[in-house]
């Protein structure tokens, strides 16, 4: 019931949009079904019988609305794709972005996390599966802290860890952590994997940790990413806590290119 009450508005509309096309793109002088060339038709005239024509081919609408949306999806997959490709050495080369799994890989997967995602707790032990069973694979941690001051000063610190050459296990202890992770758990969880906590907390205070934050927000403004889990691979992006088996024929793909 409700799509038929639906239906005039819409044959309405699209009525108007074409007829309006159809008034500038017909040359003057050929005919329009119905009898009359189109130099003859008024707008009037024309807007009803294309509403009429929809009224009885509904199917049209839908055909050209799946159309449109088809339309709409690959000229954004373009433009994610030339994005991409333009910030591509901020992806996947910033050197203050940390790398783990072989990091002379023939592919990168880019990772936007925060340590208090759900989510990207959840696809963790998925992550540590992948890299195992690829040699090859190439990770670069983006630090994207979206989850308040907790998750800030987690990011700050990991990255202070790079510093004693522990970025990785830090990481991922803190992934694999229960609970929330403020900043006496951060610092907990330091000592637990054997940093010099003392360092770190100086380390954290570099001005250099900060910005490099804050270039992975710009970056991720750039790209469109609003949320966590967040992957990056050869031009593709893919959001959530995803299967492997998606996060593999992601990769499979970017080796490809």
């Not at 189109?38 to 199917?59: A, D, H, M, Y």
């Not at 794709?81 to 050495?89: F, G, K, M, V, W």
């Not at 490099?212 to 967040?230: D, K, S, V, Y």
Request: with cysteine; charged share 25%; proline share 6%.
């Amino acid at each position: 019931m409700r799509a038929r009450i639906l239906a005039p508005f819409v044959a309405s509309a699209l009525a108007g949009a074409i007829g309006g096309w159809a008034l500038s793109t017909f040359v003057p002088g050929e005919w329009f079904p119905g009898g009359k060339p189109v130099e003859q038709t008024s707008s009037g005239e024309l807007e009803e019988k294309l509403r009429q024509f929809i009224q009885e081919n509904p199917e049209v609408v839908a055909d050209a609305a799946r159309t449109l949306q088809e339309r709409r999806r690959a000229s954004a997959k373009d433009e994610l794709a030339a994005r991409i490709s333009l910030r591509s050495d901020e992806i996947f080369d910033d050197s203050a972005s940390p790398v783990g799994g072989n990091p002379s890989g023939d592919v990168t997967i880019v990772e936007f996390f925060d340590y208090n995602c759900p989510y990207c707790r959840k696809v963790v032990p998925t992550l540590i599966e992948i890299e195992r069973s690829d040699p090859k694979l190439r990770f670069v941690y983006k630090e994207f802290p979206i989850l308040g001051p907790g998750s800030l000063f987690a990011a700050r610190a990991a990255l202070a860890s790079v510093r004693q050459g522990m970025y990785v296990e830090y990481h991922k202890a803190m992934m694999q952590s229960p609970g929330s992770i403020t900043d006496d758990r951060a610092i907990e969880i330091a000592a637990t994997v054997g940093l010099d906590v003392d360092r770190l907390k100086r380390d954290m205070e570099d001005p250099e940790i900060q910005a490099a934050i804050e270039r992975n927000h710009e970056l991720a403004a750039t790209l469109g990413i609003n949320g966590t889990p967040t992957f990056v691979a050869g031009t593709k992006m893919l959001v959530g806590a995803q299967p492997r088996k998606v996060i593999e024929d992601m990769i499979a793909r970017a080796r490809k290119q």
